[in-house]
């Protein structure tokens, strides 16, 4: 393991990419997608571990009204994993915050 963004721990593997592997690479460096697929002990490349999140479940909901806030804590969950969510070591829920605001349009998200 190595250190990484924001103190969080990142896991490197070393693996060899075949070409069934090019859809699933977020990121590679500078050589580009061949360099990739012949895996060079100099080559990194970051892939996608999963498609997308959905809404698993609402677990709170806190109104503030004189802010015209609402938190909302739920769960998501991850869809779609790919071939290599397996090595990654990671929980296919994730429990997030969000924050939002009430317009005259109705409730939007705030980022």
Excluded: R
Aim: hydrophobic share 40%; aromatic share 10%; proline share 3%.
């Amino acid at each position: 393991m190595v250190g990484g963004i924001a103190g969080k721990l990142h896991h490197i593997y070393n693996i060899e990419l075949t070409e069934k592997a090019e859809a699933f690479v977020l990121e590679k460096d500078k050589k580009g997608i061949e360099s990739v697929i012949m895996a060079t002990k100099s080559t990194k490349a970051l892939v996608k571990t999963f498609d997308h999140y959905v809404v698993s479940e609402i677990k709170q909901i806190h109104e503030i009204p004189e802010n015209n806030t609402a938190t909302v804590t739920a769960v998501l969950e991850k869809i779609e994993p790919t071939p290599f969510f397996s090595i990654n070591n990671e929980s296919k829920f994730k429990e997030v915050k969000l924050t939002f605001l009430f317009t005259s349009n109705g409730w939007g998200y705030c980022k």
